[in-house]
């Protein structure tokens, strides 16, 4: 039975939100600020899922370090919808988030606790 990857997960469950997002600002004619969030929003994801087939411990914490980078641009433009006029509400994307970041530090901070044959578990 395969273990459940939470941080994995909830990554990939936040970057099909953050498509759904993406499209809505696409059919309100918002594209540069959705191509933005699509970009840096689904990158987070990415990069988690690349770090479980990483080189070696460098390697993972590094992918891990690209994706919290990614979650702080996402935030930042999610930051711009928000407080811009005409713009839907994306306060629920950013606490999630918000959640994301946090399991991005407890990472940094115990990556040995949660780093077994390149995959990362139970955060």
């Given at each position: 039975m395969e273990k459940e990857n939470l941080i994995l997960d909830?990554?990939?469950?936040?970057?099909?939100?953050i498509i759904d997002y993406a499209e809505i600002l696409e059919e309100s004619r918002k594209y540069i600020l959705s191509r933005q969030l699509l970009k840096s929003g689904t990158s987070i994801g990415a990069n988690i899922n690349e770090a479980q087939s990483s080189e070696s411990k460098a390697d993972f914490i590094h992918k891990l370090k690209?994706?919290?980078?990614?979650?702080?641009?996402t935030e930042y433009w999610l930051k711009l919808c928000k407080?811009?006029?005409?713009?839907?509400?994306p306060d629920a994307l950013i606490e999630e988030l918000v959640i994301?970041?946090?399991?991005f530090q407890k990472s940094f901070l115990h990556p040995k606790n949660h780093y077994i044959n390149n995959t990362l578990f139970h955060i």
């Open positions: 909830k990554s990939f469950a936040f970057s099909l939100k690209i994706a919290d980078k990614e979650a702080y641009e407080f811009s006029k005409n713009y839907p509400n994301l970041k946090n399991y």
